[in-house]
């Protein structure tokens, strides 16, 4: 499964952005999916995750109230949407997909992952 994480870009404090990850070529709506973030010197961390059925989500402390993570099956994409954004966001963003689901805070939970998208915070 190819994963494509797009949407990264340089944005001020306090503006907003929305990623995409998109899997061409294949539906991926059986999939748990999470989007993880890892910054300069820093190990990668769990952003949020959304069940294969987009009944349920689940956010970091960090970034609770202010990112939100959905999913289109007609688009066979995911997004996430982020607001309010701080410079201790700035990060390399990754979108991964879990076959099996379970602890999907954990990276090591997920079986396919996307190359990231670098998203950047000026203050």
């Known amino acids: 499964v190819q994963l494509q994480a797009s949407g990264g870009g340089l944005v001020q404090a306090g503006g907003s952005l929305r990623l995409s990850c998109a899997t061409p070529?294949?539906?991926?709506?059986?999939?748990?999916m999470g989007w993880f973030r890892q910054a300069p010197g820093k190990d990668r961390e769990f952003v949020c995750r959304?069940?294969?059925?987009?009944?349920?989500?689940d956010y970091a402390e960090s970034v609770k109230g202010r990112f939100t993570i959905s999913r289109d099956y007609a688009k066979n994409t995911m997004y996430l949407q982020m607001h309010f954004l701080k410079p201790e966001d700035t990060a390399v963003y990754y979108c991964?997909?879990?076959?099996?689901?379970?602890?999907?805070?954990?990276?090591?939970?997920?079986?396919?992952w996307g190359l990231g998208t670098l998203v950047t915070v000026s203050s």
């Open positions: 070529g294949r539906t991926f709506s059986t999939y748990a």
């Open positions: 991964a997909a879990s076959v099996l689901g379970g602890r999907l805070h954990m990276a090591t939970t997920y079986d396919y």
């Open positions: 959304i069940t294969w059925s987009g009944g349920v989500t």
